[in-house]
């Protein structure tokens, strides 16, 4: 079903409007069946709501420090 979404391109770091998780934060479980989805979207680019959040605020920090020049 991702390959499929993902063919259509469906943005594998979008959120739903009722919640802030994104596919690989809810693809974490222990079956292998979730660690292959966890491993395709991985590989397609995907990345955890923290990770993103993360990468908003070092590029935050980064902008801020080049406006000080």
Known sequence: M???FGALGAD???TPYWGANR?????????AAREA????LRAQGAQK?????MLVLARSRQSSSN???
């Open 23 to 31: 596919p690989l934060d809810v693809g974490g479980g222990l079956d």
């Open 37 to 40: 989805l966890v491993n395709w």
């Open 67 to 69: 406006l000080a020049l």
């Open 2 to 4: 991702a390959h499929y």
């Open 49 to 53: 709501s923290s990770e993103a959040s």
């Open 12 to 14: 594998l770091n979008g």
